[in-house]
Structure formats: structure tokens, C-alpha cells
């Protein structure tokens, strides 16, 4: 048998298994007025690398569908797999062990502890993490996630110091100090003017040159043309309004 017998055929690579997959997820939130759906069947994929951004009007259900892909919330109905794993029912116990494994999270203000500096806020998020790290691994691990953002001349430097763009870059790196897979965003620029948050949609689409995937919920359409897809949410579904490739 000659070489060019045995050598495998040649084709096109099977496609990735996406990060997530949603299939006609539902969610109607049942207050004290009538049951209301916000989301009547949402069909999302996000793959390693893909940067997408969600806008919708105000009350359209962004922030929901957000909690129920970082499974601070569940689904009614449809699908969540995340990579081949159907994580649509998950018990809570499970659910928040996901979270600080696969998810990074960075909301529009910033939640850092005021009282501890800039590196110290980063390494708080790897003390109850999975994998225990010994306290110089998890500084230098605050620092190199600091220099990521460009700001490890601030490691020392107390919230109140800071500027809220620097805060947010904080919050971004206590989001990726423990290689997330995936970032959610949340209005991150809210309370920053147009050219700080610039610079903190940069940062979070920087993320996604090493792999993380990205939904970045935004009201800011300049923001979102830095994404490579653009979703909008509306009457509870998602559709495409831009395909940048
Ligand atoms: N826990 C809750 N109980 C009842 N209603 C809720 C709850 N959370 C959100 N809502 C309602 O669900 C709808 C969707 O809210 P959500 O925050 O997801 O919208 P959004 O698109 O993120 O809005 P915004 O752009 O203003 O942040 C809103 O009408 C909101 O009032």
C-alpha cells in the first residue's frame, strides 16, 4: 500500500461546536399583573471568537435574556446547550458552578469594592472560583489581566480613585481573570461618556482574540457596529440587523 492510499481524505473541517446554543427559548414573567412573555422564542448560537451585539428598546427583554444565558435565571420553554451539554433545567447548585467556570460578566456599574485596590478587586473573583490558587498566583494573575487592559500602573489605586472608564476596565479584568469562554455585557458604557467607552467596547472585543465569545447588550448603535453580528430583540425574538464579516 503507497502512502497516497493511506492518507486520510482531505475536506472541509466539521464545523465548531458553538459556545451556546438557544432554540425557541420562551420566558413570561409572572408578577402581580397578568403573565407577560418577554421572550417568545429566541434562537441564538454563539461561537469561540464571535463578537455579537443585542440592542432592542428599552424594556424589550435584553437584560432577561442576558440573566437566562448566565443562568442567573432559567427558561420556560426551548433549549440551552452550552457546548453539547443541555443545561436548560439546571439545579442552582449547578448552575452557579457554571457561572464562575464558563462565564465572565461585566454589568453597567461597575461592583467593585471601594475599600480594595484595583488588583485586589481582580483577585477576589479567583478566592471562590473552581481551582484554588495560592496568593502570589492569583496576584500575578490580577496583575497580567490588569496589563491586559492596559491600566497594571493602577493595580494599587482604590475605586475611588479611579475614573469610571478605568473602573470599568477593572470590572472587565475581574470578568477575564479566569479565562471565561464566554463575556456578557451589559450595557457596560452606560455611565461612561462616547470616547471612554470606546475604549471599554475595545477592551471586551479584544477578548475575543483569544476565544472568548461575546453578547455585548448595548443602546449604543456605534458600539454595536464593532461587533461582528448585530442582533435585535423585539416583540421577544431575536433577528439580524447587520452581518459584518
Ligand atoms: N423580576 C421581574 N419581575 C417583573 N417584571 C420584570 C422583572 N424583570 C424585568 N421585568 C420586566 O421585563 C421587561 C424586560 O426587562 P429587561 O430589563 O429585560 O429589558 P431591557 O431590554 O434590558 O431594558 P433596558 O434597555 O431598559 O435595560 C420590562 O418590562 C421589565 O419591567
Same mark, same amino acid.
Given at each position: ?17 458553538? *459556545? =451556546?446554543?438557544? $432554540? ?54 426551548? !433549549? ?34 471601594? +475599600? ?13 472560583? !473552581? ?19 492596559? =491600566?497594571? +500602573? ?12 478605568? !473602573? ?14 464566554? *463575556? ?23 477578548? $475575543? ?11 449604543? +448603535? ?9 442582533? +435585535? ?13
Amino acid at each position: 500500500m503507497t502512502a497516497a492510499q493511506i492518507t486520510p481524505e482531505v475536506g472541509p473541517a466539521p464545523p465548531a461546536t458553538p *459556545l =451556546i446554543r438557544l $432554540t425557541g427559548v420562551t420566558k413570561t414573567l409572572r408578577g402581580q399583573q397578568q403573565p407577560r412573555a418577554i421572550l417568545d422564542g429566541v434562537d441564538l448560537t454563539l461561537h469561540s471568537g464571535e463578537s455579537i451585539a443585542v440592542l432592542g428598546r428599552s424594556g424589550s427583554g435584553k437584560s432577561t435574556l442576558l440573566s437566562l444565558i448566565g443562568l442567573f435565571d432559567r427558561a420556560d420553554g426551548g !433549549q440551552y446547550l452550552l457546548g453539547d451539554r443541555d443545561i436548560t433545567r439546571l439545579p442552582e447548585r449547578k448552575a452557579a458552578a457554571l457561572r464562575s467556570s464558563e462565564f465572565g460578566f461585566v454589568f453597567q456599574r461597575f461592583f467593585l469594592l471601594k +475599600h480594595l485596590t484595583a488588583a485586589q478587586n481582580v483577585a477576589m473573583a479567583m478566592v471562590n472560583g !473552581q481551582g484554588w490558587l495560592p496568593r502570589r498566583k492569583r496576584k500575578a494573575r490580577a496583575m497580567a489581566a490588569l496589563d491586559q487592559m492596559g =491600566i497594571a +500602573h493602577l493595580a494599587k489605586h482604590k475605586p475611588p480613585r479611579l475614573s469610571g472608564g478605568e !473602573q470599568q476596565r477593572v470590572a472587565i479584568a475581574r470578568a477575564l481573570v479566569r479565562d471565561p469562554k464566554i *463575556l456578557l455585557a451589559d450595557e457596560p458604557t452606560g455611565a461612561l461618556d462616547t470616547e471612554t467607552g470606546n475604549v471599554v467596547v475595545e477592551a471586551l472585543r479584544a477578548a $475575543t482574540d483569544r476565544g472568548c465569545g461575546l453578547i455585548l447588550v448595548t443602546h449604543d +448603535h456605534d458600539h454595536a457596529a464593532k461587533m461582528q453580528r448585530i442582533l +435585535h430583540l423585539d416583540h421577544g425574538t431575536l433577528s439580524p440587523m447587520e452581518v459584518r464579516r
